[in-house]
Nanobody
Framework: VHLAESGGGLVQPGGSLRLSCAAS????????VNWYRQAPGKQRELVAT???????NYADSVQGRFTISREYVWDTVYLQMKALKPGDEAVYYC?????????WGHGAQVTVSS
């Protein structure tokens, strides 16, 4: 499975941004896709999860502001981010879980600044 994030960039506080994670390869083996983020000097943090059945889960810090969704069978997974805060600034990573393997994308930088 190969994952490629896109959609990162610079946004003002309060603004919106949508990240995309395009999956290729054995994407039908994917059971769960997660979005993680890592800010400088901090540990990588789980932000949002979507399962094969479509169930979603969010970190408390983004609940109500971020929405994870997918297109078709794992073709693309999105992270819609609204009401962005400076604390959301980080490199965002897409992660896909299969029964045996864990796959990561290269990351997308999200900068929240006026």
């Amino acid at each position: 499975v190969h994952l490629a994030e896109s959609g990162g960039g610079l946004v003002q506080p309060g603004g919106s941004l949508r990240l995309s994670c395009a999956a290729s390869g054995s994407r039908f083996d994917i059971n769960v896709v997660n979005w993680y983020r890592q800010a400088p000097g901090k540990q990588r943090e789980l932000v949002a999860t979507i399962t094969r059945s479509g169930a979603t889960n969010y970190a408390d810090s983004v609940q109500g502001r971020f929405t994870i969704s997918r297109e078709y069978v794992w073709d693309t997974v999105y992270l819609q981010m609204k009401a962005l805060k400076p604390g959301d600034e980080a490199v965002y990573y897409c992660n896909a879980e299969t029964l045996r393997m864990n796959y990561w994308g290269h990351g997308a930088q999200v900068t929240v600044s006026s």
